[in-house]
């Protein structure tokens, strides 16, 4: 599998990523219901999966 690093959008990817991490935070605290998390105690531990599927997602995905 290729990995895709001249995406064009990289910066956008991690500026998303980092504001996605503090919105599910902020979100499971105080709407339970919106967020993909769930108010556990390993909810960083969930946190770290989500973005690490998002994150791979795009930058495994095929090249143009």
Same mark, same amino acid.
């Given at each position: =599998? ?10 956008? /990817? ?16 105080? $709407?339970?219901? $919106? ?15 989500? =973005? ?7 930058? /495994?995905?095929?090249?143009?």
């Amino acid at each position: =599998m290729k990995i895709n690093f001249q995406s064009t959008y990289t910066i956008a /990817l991690a500026t998303t990523m980092l504001d996605m991490a503090d919105n599910q935070i902020y979100y499971v605290a105080r $709407l339970p219901k $919106l967020p993909s998390l769930r108010k556990t105690d390993d909810k960083l531990n969930q946190l770290e999966r989500l =973005m690490n599927h998002l994150a791979f997602s795009i930058i /495994l995905s095929p090249v143009e």
